[in-house]
């Protein structure tokens, strides 16, 4: 059933098949080396807008317009096409194929919105990037929201999804440097200290999300309690230290990973450790008063092009 296909992740990695909607991504499936299955196509003409000799080992069938109402799109689809799981290791990417991708990998960490995942893949693809890696606990790539708002890049960049965070240590070359993302909560300090207290697991603490409306706090009434210095006070207790700066300075080596959080549970504590681990830091956008966040998406495109621009910039020097 097509239906439940494009809805259910569960039954799309059963059965290792994805669903695609409309010629133009199901042509840069087909130019990523993607095999298809089926092909439900309303007209001739349609179906002659894909490159017919990439199809001649997949069904062709014809299907009325209102039959191919599949998606929550207002208006039926023209055409939609089956394919096999597609697997990073057997496509062919653009970037790769011409050798000009750029050292620098995204990780996305919990990213559970299908729009914001989607967007944070198209920017990932038109920056350049060496390849994308997603946790466990990121929403599906090939559910059809994020399809539609990635706009082909599945096709465009090596995406790995579903790693542990041992997994993606295992992925990224020996000398990469991991970087984090983070909301700006005013000034920029010295060391921004990394713990492993649970009262810092909040997403408020880490990542692209608001900041805590009435930070609960544990003092009696008649002293000065300063939010800050108690978390710090706290950090230094766990001994792991974690720098900040601002991400216009550069932050980019000889291979570079940037860690985006999910807007609602932000940034894990692996992913804090990682950085640590590899001398990364925090980079801040700072923002002028009163904005709390900057979401995934917006931040990741903020990041992304910066470190291209970086890069370049070295590279010609």
Request: charged share 25%; aromatic share 4%; net charge neutral.
């Amino acid at each position: 059933n097509l239906l439940n296909l494009a809805r259910s992740k569960k039954l799309r990695e059963q059965q290792g098949k994805v669903l695609l909607e409309g010629p133009l991504l199901i042509c840069d499936a087909l130019d990523a080396g993607v095999l298809p299955q089926t092909v439900f196509f309303s007209s001739v003409e349609k179906l002659q807008e894909l490159p017919l000799n990439k199809l001649t080992q997949a069904s062709l069938i014809k299907v009325k317009l209102e039959d191919s109402r599949i998606s929550n799109l207002e208006s039926p689809i023209d055409i939609i096409a089956v394919f096999r799981r597609p697997e990073v290791s057997r496509m062919h990417f653009p970037e790769e194929k011409r050798g000009k991708a750029l050292p620098l990998t995204l990780i996305c960490d919990n990213v559970r919105d299908p729009g914001n995942l989607g967007v944070v893949l198209r920017c990932a693809a038109a920056a350049g990037c060496h390849s994308v890696l997603l946790t466990k606990g990121c929403v599906d790539i090939w559910e059809a929201k994020v399809l539609r708002a990635a706009l082909g890049a599945h096709f465009r960049i090596p995406i790995i999804s579903s790693l542990t965070w041992v997994d993606i240590h295992s992925h990224l070359p020996a000398t990469t440097t991991v970087h984090v993302a983070d909301n700006c909560r005013g000034p920029i300090k010295k060391p921004q200290l990394l713990a492993t207290s649970e009262k810092l697991k909040k997403p408020g603490e880490y990542g692209w999300i608001s900041k805590p409306r009435n930070p609960r706090k544990i003092h009696n009434e008649d002293e000065d309690f300063n939010e800050d210095e108690y978390e710090e006070d706290i950090c230094r207790q766990a001994g792991l230290v974690l720098e900040t700066q601002p991400y216009h300075i550069n932050w980019t080596g000889s291979h570079t990973a940037i860690v985006i959080g999910g807007e609602t549970h932000g940034l894990s504590q692996e992913a804090m450790q990682l950085a640590e681990k590899t001398g990364g830091r925090k980079l801040v956008i700072p923002m002028v008063h009163g904005v709390d966040s900057l979401n995934s998406a917006m931040a990741a495109s903020v990041l992304l092009f910066e470190g291209r621009r970086r890069l370049i910039l070295n590279a010609s020097e």
